[in-house]
Structure formats: C-alpha cells, structure tokens
C-alpha cells in the first residue's frame, strides 16, 4: 500500500458514494448508464471471485465486498427501484461490442490459462472500457448534471492515481504488470477529454456539453 494506491481507492469509494447519493436523494437514475453500470458489477464479480477462497487482509476484503454489493445496489435501483427514471432511449451503446471481444482477448492474452486469472485478466480489460456506454449516453444527451460530472471525474481520477502508483511500484519495489498498466492507460485516456471540460466548465458553474 502506498499514498497513489490509497488515493485511488478513497477516489473510487467516493466515485460510487457520489453516484449512489445522487440517485437516492433524487430518487432518480436519469442521466446515469445502465449498461455501464452492469459492466462495472460484472468487473467486480469476475475480478474479486476470489474473496471464496483467498483473504489478503481486512481491507482489502472489506473494499471487494463494498465494490461488488454497491454495483449490485446500483443495478438494482436503476432496473427496478428507479426504473421509471431510467433513460434507455439514449442508452444505446452496444455493450456486448465491448464484452465479447474482451472476453476473446482475455483467453488469448493472460499471465497464466487458468479460470481465476483468466477472469482477473478480463475484468481488467472490460474496466478499461466499461465507462463508454456512459460517455456515450452523455454524448447522446448533449450534456451531464454537475452531480454525474462529479462521479465521473472522480472515477476517472481514480484510475489515473492508479497508474501513479504502477509507476512508484515499478520504481521502489521492482514490480510492473503489463496488462493491468495498458488497459489502465486506455481508461485514463478515455477520460482526457472529459477531465479538460471537467476543469474548464463544471468548476465554473456549468454543465459539460460533448459533442454528438
């Protein structure tokens, strides 16, 4: 554990704490990626699988089981508890693109062919991607609520700590996973864009305009 890794995951609890107050005390998901929102559950049900048999500390279980059960909650009010807010007219993003061929390259490119790192292994690749539904759902829309701009921004300060912290591994105790830094690298690129509006309009008052 290091200063970037704890930064990361403190950026990504409260990512989900932002998200899961904005729909609970608006009663609403509108505005927010279902499909996105399923791709992140499955992210934490295939990567932390193994909470079954293999326990590293009490913090780090503790912070499986918040991811996997907020993912799950999250799911659950935007599909059945706030299902009326849900706006799935613009959540048109075609998610099996994105799982399908992760799930093929996650058989071909792995560290060990075995059913555990296999599913670590696409977990990783389909975090880096899992965010696109969303960013195209605000395309699509032509803006996002500042409260949505905030859980997007901190999700992708999230992973941005974490490559900081690849790079303080990799300086101060020799370790570099290659995988985890590319598809790491691909979701904070996937950001860049979103992070320069986040700055130059939602900390100014005003709603973040993509293009369609």
Not at 101 to 109: E, K, N, Y
Request: charged letters at 15%.
């Amino acid at each position: 554990m290091n200063i970037f890794r704890l930064s990361g995951d403190m950026s990504h609890l409260l990512a989900i704490i932002i998200l899961l107050l904005k729909m609970w005390k608006t009663r609403s998901c509108a505005g927010i990626s279902g499909k996105s929102q399923i791709l992140f559950a499955l992210v934490f049900l295939s990567r932390y699988i193994d909470l079954l048999f293999s326990f590293i500390s009490i913090y780090n279980t503790v912070m499986k089981l918040f991811f996997i059960t907020s993912s799950l909650f999250t799911v659950y009010l935007m599909y059945f508890k706030f299902k009326a807010t849900y706006d799935s007219n613009h959540d048109t993003f075609r998610a099996e693109f994105l799982v399908v061929p992760v799930g093929g390259l996650a058989f071909l490119v792995n560290h060990e062919f075995i059913p555990t790192e296999i599913l670590w292994t696409f977990s990783i690749y389909l975090e880096s991607v899992a965010i696109l539904p969303q960013l195209f759902m605000v395309s699509k829309t032509g803006e996002a609520e500042t409260i949505t701009s905030h859980y997007l921004f901190a999700l992708g300060l999230y992973r941005a700590l974490y490559l900081l912290n690849w790079i303080y591994r990799f300086y101060f105790e020799g370790f570099f996973d290659l995988i985890a830094v590319v598809a790491g690298c691909v979701q904070t690129i996937l950001y860049c864009d979103f992070f320069y509006l986040y700055i130059t309009k939602v900390l100014k008052g005003k709603k973040i305009s993509l293009p369609a």
